[in-house]
């Protein structure tokens, strides 16, 4: 059974805290990773692709440790914008997604 | 502009009343396919496109059925929807000529079965 595992939170920040978030996978057969953000019963929207050199945009850096299946995302300077849940996600090949549960951000004044 | 539109946006139904939920992209994407999202167990893959006419099972496809007989278009059928497909789903698309880069979701449809 393929499953990523995330844990749910919530995580309280204040603004201008660093956050960071992990997620591990158990198909080792998975060749893509990404990270989504979903607000409130919204649509999940393409945060940021994951690769094993990082990768990193603006305030957010994605890392890939394939040896212990786990990547991460570092959430730097938190804006009170940031708060949604977070998904992590795992590919294998073109068509097989596993989306772990999420992890929900709460970033307060 | 590019997007994935899904309709309708909120259903209540009854059960065992048939039921087609449209999805259609306008970005020529190959691949297609529908999620259901449930709180407690995240976004589950039901059915996914690689192209017209080649559809196949994902997670939990049962109780639904899909077709693929245009490129732009993928509809979720519910023959005989039951209490326990009242759920948040998405469709979503993406291209595979670039790799499995990004999924453009819907917007969702909130269905409930009664």
């Known amino acids: 059974r393929k499953e990523v595992e995330q844990d749910p939170g919530p995580f309280n920040v204040p603004e201008g805290a660093t956050v960071a978030f992990n997620c591990t996978y158990s198909?080792?057969?998975?060749?893509?990773f990404f990270w989504y953000r979903q607000d409130c019963r919204k649509e999940p929207k393409l945060l940021m692709s994951?690769?094993?050199s990082g990768n990193e945009d603006g305030r957010f850096t994605a890392q890939l440790n394939r040896a212990s299946q786990y990547i991460s995302l570092l959430i730097r300077d938190s804006k009170l914008s940031d708060s949604a849940t977070y998904l992590c996600v795992a590919v294998e090949g073109y068509s097989t997604l596993t989306f772990g549960k999420g992890t929900m951000l709460l970033v307060s004044p | 502009e590019a997007q994935v539109t899904q309709n309708p946006r909120y259903l209540i139904t009854v059960t065992g009343k048939k039921l087609t939920v449209t999805c259609s992209q306008n970005m020529n994407h190959e691949y297609m396919s529908w999620y259901r999202q449930d709180p407690g167990l995240g976004l589950r893959q039901i059915y996914y496109?690689?192209?017209?006419?080649?559809?196949d099972k994902g997670d939990v496809p049962e109780g639904y059925k899909v077709s693929r007989k245009e490129k732009r278009n993928f509809p979720l059928i519910l023959e005989s929807p039951s209490p326990n497909q009242t759920s948040l789903y998405f469709c979503?698309?993406?291209?595979?000529?670039?790799?499995?880069?990004?999924?453009?979701f819907g917007p969702g449809t909130r269905l409930t079965v009664t």
């Open positions: 994951v690769y094993s």
């Open positions: 496109s690689m192209n017209v006419e080649v559809t």
């Open positions: 979503a698309s993406s291209s595979l000529l670039t790799g499995q880069d990004e999924q453009y």
């Open positions: 198909n080792s057969a998975s060749q893509s």
